[in-house]
């Protein structure tokens, strides 16, 4: 393997702990490395690469207060911080399954754990920007969206560089499905699957499959995938996904909640188990995954009004049948408090927080306080801070109050 030169390219390095900083720095500098920029927690970072464009981001996982860094790696996929041609390298001292997991999900080009060596450093991030100088022009063309273009120049590394014949085969597959090639994305897959039984070739068969609507064959790759590979947690997803197709909800939900106790840090997972729960009435459930949804918004590029809606909606309807308990009334007046504190301009956020507060007051029989909640909603719909109450919602409030 040829020695990169590193002078040329510059790096973020991401890490709370000034003795881990320090070091690491010093080996980045004696790689040759002479742009090295710093950032302590993963707000600082956000702000840093939303600023400057990086060869080389190597960031901790462990980051102290805020953001973790798979929350860090989260918003930067999201928002699309870094492109493809960039080298993202997670560093952590844990090898817990949850941590490996989360990480993995949000797809960092390799993690190295602690304690390393300065040679294992090298070696890693040395092999991670060979294979990058390799797939430049791939990944551009993906950057740029441009996938037909993407899969000429997989086809031109395959031809050059035969050991990453199987990271490319993996790309142009992407690609077709990106492109709805659906035929010929299956024919690839296939091909792998036959000759070399990678799990990503029998996953992106199950897609082919899903997008096709043979859903009775993909949930069967699916669940021989997820017996093969149990950490492969996509897999769980698209399964849920498939058993929706197929009417069947529970055993959607029954997928989600496996997924999540391989992996539960991921805030999109837990609010598809909220919606699915509600969706079959099974509000305790709902209730659960919004609550862990709500308590990793927190620090999450999701963090939009509707995780806490979803929460104050499950409790809602659980206090359908009676009174909530005191941990539930809890729980509503926590979330109800963020609502207020961040979301409450949003007009259409303020009627629904109003509604499920009323909902709550209804079963625990305070209907006075309940008549007193629509009468603010009803004053404030004159000046537009609030969306005006449904005719439904008027009439059964006026059966209810007596108007």
């Known amino acids: 393997m040829a020695q990169q030169d590193f002078s040329t390219k510059k790096a973020l390095l991401i890490e709370d702990m000034a003795e881990a900083r320090i070091m690491q720095r010093k080996m980045l ?13 993963a707000e600082t ?3 840093l690469l939303r600023s400057k464009s990086f060869d080389v981001i190597l960031s901790d996982y462990n980051l102290g207060k805020g953001k973790d860094g798979q929350q860090l790696l989260e918003e930067v996929r999201h928002s699309k911080l870094i492109p493809n041609t960039a080298t993202y390298l997670m560093v952590t001292a844990e090898t817990s399954i949850e941590m490996v997991m989360g990480a993995i999900e949000y797809q960092p080009d390799g993690y190295i754990t602690k304690p390393f060596s300065q040679a294992m450093l090298q070696r890693r991030l040395n092999k991670l920007l060979e294979t990058k100088e390799r797939l430049f022009k791939v990944n551009k063309a993906l950057d740029s969206k441009k996938y037909s273009d993407a899969i000429k120049q997989a086809e031109k590394v395959i031809e050059n560089h035969p050991s990453l014949e199987g990271k490319c085969e993996r790309i142009i597959g992407d690609c077709l499905l990106e492109l709805r090639d659906y035929r010929k994305a299956f024919s690839l897959f296939d091909k792998v699957a036959k000759s070399r039984k990678m799990p990503w070739a029998l996953f992106g068969k199950a897609k082919c499959y899903y997008f096709t609507n043979e859903q009775d064959k993909a949930e069967k790759l ?5 017996l093969d590979n149990r950490f492969f947690v996509s897999a769980y997803d698209w399964l849920a996904k498939v058993l929706l197709k197929q009417d069947k909800p529970k055993e959607a939900q029954a997928a989600l909640i496996e997924a999540i106790t391989k992996s539960p840090k991921n805030i999109l997972r837990q ?7 509600l969706m079959i009435e099974d509000s305790i459930t709902a209730e659960m995954a ?44 926590s979330t109800l408090k963020k609502i207020h504190e961040n979301f409450f301009e949003e007009p259409e956020t303020r009627a629904k927080s109003y509604e499920y507060e009323m909902d709550v007051c209804i079963a625990s029989g305070e209907t006075t306080t309940a008549k007193q909640i629509f009468e603010v ?4 719909v004159g000046s537009a801070t609030t969306t005006a109450p449904t005719k439904e919602q008027n009439d059964r409030y006026a059966k209810l109050f007596g108007n």
């Open 290 to 333: 919004y609550r862990k949804a709500v308590f990793l918004a927190k620090h999450s590029c999701y963090n939009t009004s509707e995780v806490y809606l979803k929460h104050l909606e499950s409790l809602a309807r659980i206090s359908d049948a009676g009174t909530l308990l005191p941990r539930q009334q809890d729980n509503f007046d």
């Open 29 to 41: 500098t004696d790689f040759g490395f002479t742009s090295i920029d710093i950032a302590m927690k």
């Open 377 to 380: 909603w009803l004053s404030e």
């Open 45 to 47: 970072a956000i702000e």
């Open 271 to 277: 609010m598809e188990l909220g919606r699915i729960s």
């Open 222 to 226: 699916l669940r021989q995938l997820m």
